[in-house]
């Protein structure tokens, strides 16, 4: 081994020895491995070291982004000195020992090329993503590249729904009620002596989710997010039912449970007559309790209803509806998009008369507040109304 190589073989693990003084678990045989792959690619080619040291010394992809910042410094440390001039004539033998040791960080300056193009791999902990930017940003005020975003993140959010003890008992080792029958089977193979004992408790299920929609004239500008909610949901949860409203109630659950989105709410879409027309909120709820009710309202069903409240026909037969649909299910929780503004006040003559047998009144106008339906959905208590109860508001 000449000495020049042997200088590269000692200095060459330098970035590893880095990378774990920072924690990452670099082992003794990775560093060896990235040693041998520097010798099959181009040193000099910032792209073809960082895959190369990504390979072989990244293991889990939480530690992706401290080994970019700890490269890009690295490299960074390459450029900032001075590049070595070459020597017009060979060098003699008796002043090679005095030559500075050949470091991958010099051996990288020296062979990468002003036309090399640096790679992105800064540090972006403390900057601010588009969805940060988006949490407070009203949905009507986004340009329609933000609300492609907000699909996107509308997409990707979790959601989860407070559950219910049912009357069905399952084997629990932990349960408080003995398993009679169990035992009495046990029992039969020991003579009738019960010399172990078997456990159940009540089953705990997820309480079913009903989704209603006012896709009328004055809520056109929210639909196709609301409808991209509703899909989000439904692939969240198996008891889903969708619903939406303008002159006339439409299911579209079949079509939300397709599972390429954009053909789901394209299909959701064309199958509502009445897209973008009047509003008839208590015809809707009428059609709804006379013909869904018993069917998807059962075991304590949650019910969220997106509307601004603007009603155009009979408010005495939109207060009959709603006073009958918040006794059949668990909750009843209103969204409106107008409740963001700090100067909306519900004084519209449909908003008013749905009021008072409402149980949770929110907005739905940013992704702040589909956060916070999310965190209200998974609040609810498992039996009963919560503080603000529906008592009080009658």
Request: a positive charge.
């Amino acid at each position: 081994m000449t000495t020049e190589s042997g200088y590269f073989l000692e200095n060459i693990l330098l970035f590893p020895r880095l990378l774990r003084q920072a924690g990452l678990p670099v082992s003794p045989e990775q560093s060896l491995d990235f040693a041998r792959a520097l010798t099959l690619i181009d040193v000099g080619s910032q792209d073809q070291v960082y895959h190369a040291a990504r390979s072989f010394l990244v293991t889990r992809q939480e530690h992706l982004q401290l080994f970019t910042v700890i490269f890009n410094r690295f490299w960074q440390a390459a450029g900032a000195g001075p590049t070595p001039r070459p020597q017009p004539m060979p060098i003699a033998p008796r002043q090679q020992k005095q030559r500075p040791p050949l470091t991958p960080i010099t051996l990288m300056a020296q062979k990468a090329g002003q036309q090399d193009q640096e790679r992105d791999v800064t540090d972006r902990s403390e900057t601010y993503s588009p969805a940060e930017l988006l949490q407070h940003k009203a949905f009507a005020d986004m340009t329609p590249e933000e609300l492609e975003t907000v699909k996107r993140l509308i997409q990707e959010m979790q959601w989860e729904v407070s559950r219910r003890v049912t009357r069905r008992r399952v084997a629990d080792r932990r349960g408080h009620l003995l398993h009679l029958r169990r035992v009495m089977r046990t029992a039969a193979q020991y003579g009738g002596v019960p010399l172990q004992l078997a456990w159940q408790n009540r089953k705990v299920k997820q309480r079913p989710l009903v989704l209603l929609a006012d896709v009328s004239g004055s809520m056109e500008k929210y639909a196709r997010l609301m409808l991209q909610f509703f899909y989000s949901v439904s692939h969240s949860f198996k008891e889903v039912e969708c619903f939406v409203f303008g002159t006339r109630l439409t299911r579209i659950t079949p079509q939300l449970k397709l599972k390429n989105i954009d053909r789901a709410i394209d299909e959701a879409a064309g199958e509502v007559v009445d897209w973008a027309g009047g509003t008839r909120i208590g015809d809707s709820l009428r059609t709804f309790n006379r013909r869904w009710s018993r069917r998807v309202l059962r075991r304590g069903a949650i019910v969220l209803l997106v509307s601004d409240g603007w009603e155009r026909g009979d408010v005495s037969g939109l207060k009959q509806e709603m006073a009958y649909l918040q006794r059949r299910c668990h909750r009843l929780i209103w969204l409106n998009p107008l409740l963001g503004k700090t100067t909306y006040r519900p004084l519209v003559e449909g908003m008013s008369a749905a009021l008072p047998y409402v149980d949770d009144f929110l907005p739905i106008h940013n992704l702040q507040s589909l956060t916070a339906i999310a965190r209200r959905l998974a609040s609810l208590r498992q039996s009963g109304p919560t503080s603000t109860s529906r008592r009080s508001k009658r």
